[in-house]
Structure formats: structure tokens, C-alpha cells
T-cell receptor, first 116, second 113 residues
């Protein structure tokens, strides 16, 4: 079974530039998550989709971050403009989304972003 | 208060030692609890779910105390390969079943030869 695919694996940009990350969840998984993990910290949920609808985006800095999940499959996360404090690993995860709260999350390898 | 808190660590233990990690959560309505393991520069992976009755998987034992809103993970006979960051994860407690999944800050473990 194919896992969660993310790209790019690494990205280096200068502050105020824009960047986009892509995620392809496991086939058939209804729930998709974007997490931000700063070095030395646990993953912080940015946004959670159920199919193509947003379940939670309370911690997404909406002035600069945006995310979409077209047709309830692939998702993109964009930062515009980037700040130095956005340097982190951006993790995408998916789960079956059958409505159970005890679902396992499957993570992609993440995109490591460095903002200079 | 943070939603999920863990021992700050790091824990440095010799091979063969027993080590325990603690985690507390703030939302008393939370429904599901997990321990994830994250190796250096890798993504988190599920280690085990945590049930009210307690559960064991080989050298790993997880416990949940709902009254105290406390979760623990015990690792017996530590191996070098156990070196990683252990993340406490809490789910549910909101109005719908699709509640956000909250990760704790993690506790780092280094098992020393």
C-alpha cells in the first residue's frame, strides 16, 4: 500500500517569498491533516480536512497561510509571504476518517522549510 | 495551560533500564489516547493506543487514568533502538467525532550502551 506522499522534501527560500507544499494522502483516506513541527517541539495542527471540508483551522495563521483540498484528495499548503519563524518541518498525515476518534494517523516524510 | 503536556526530558538511561514517561491532558472530554514514536529527522509513527484498562505490547506498557487526566508509558529492558522522541497524543472531546488530534511536545529518550 502506498503511503502519504509529500513534496518537495526540502525547500530553502528567503523571507517574504512564497512557497507551496503538496500532499497526496493514502487512497481512500477521508481525513487529511497539516502539522507544523518546529525543531525540538511536537507537531502543531495547522488544519484538518474531512473530505474537502475544513474541520479545524483554528491555529492556521490565515494572514499568510492557506490550504486547500480539491476534490477531497490531494492538498496544498501555501505560505505567502514567509517569515523566519516559519522555518520548520511541515508534515501531512491522513486517516481513514470513518468517524472514529481512535484512528491511527499515517504521516508523510514531511517538507523541511528553511526561511533565510 | 497547554492541552497536552509531557515530561520535559531528555531521558538518558543505560541499556536494560526501565523508564517511564508521563503525560497530562486538559480536556476531560477527550476520548482517545496514543503514544507515537518519532526518530530523528523522521515522521511520527504510532507506537500504541492507550486504553482505560491499560495495555501491554512486549516491553511497552501504557496506562490511562481518566480521573487524573494522566497517561503513562513504561519501557522495560531498554534497547539502543528505543532511542527516539515519544509523543503523547490526545483526540476527541469536542462536539463531533472528527476532533482535532493534539500532540504533546514529546520526551526525548537516549539509551546508552
Amino acid at each position: 500500500e502506498a503511503g502519504v506522499a509529500q513534496s518537495p522534501r526540502y525547500k530553502i527560500i528567503e523571507k517574504r517569498q512564497s512557497v507551496a507544499f503538496w500532499c497526496n494522502p493514502i487512497s481512500g483516506h477521508a481525513t487529511l491533516y497539516w502539522y507544523q513541527q518546529i525543531l525540538g517541539q511536537g507537531p502543531k495542527l495547522l488544519i484538518q480536512f474531512q473530505n474537502n471540508g475544513v474541520v479545524d483551522d483554528s491555529q492556521l495563521p490565515k494572514d499568510r497561510f492557506s490550504a486547500e483540498r480539491l476534490k477531497g484528495v490531494d492538498s496544498t499548503l501555501k505560505i505567502q509571504p514567509a517569515k523566519l519563524e516559519d522555518s520548520a518541518v511541515y508534515l501531512c498525515a491522513s486517516s481513514p476518517g470513518q468517524g472514529w476518534t481512535n484512528e491511527k494517523l499515517f504521516f508523510g516524510s514531511g517538507t523541511q522549510l528553511s526561511v533565510l | 495551560r497547554k492541552e497536552v503536556e509531557q515530561d520535559p526530558g531528555p531521558f538518558n538511561v543505560p541499556e536494560g533500564a526501565t523508564v517511564a514517561f508521563n503525560c497530562t491532558y486538559s480536556n476531560s472530554a477527550s476520548q482517545s489516547f496514543f503514544w507515537y514514536r518519532q526518530d530523528c529527522r523522521k515522521e511520527p509513527k504510532l507506537l500504541m493506543s492507550v486504553y482505560s484498562s491499560g495495555n501491554e505490547d512486549g516491553r511497552f506498557t501504557a496506562q490511562l487514568n481518566r480521573a487524573s487526566q494522566y497517561i503513562s508509558l513504561l519501557i522495560r529492558d531498554s534497547k539502543l533502538s528505543d532511542s527516539a522522541t515519544y509523543l503523547c497524543v490526545v483526540n476527541g472531546g469536542g462536539k463531533t467525532s472528527y476532533d482535532k488530534v493534539i500532540f504533546g511536545p514529546g520526551t526525548s529518550l537516549s539509551v546508552i550502551p
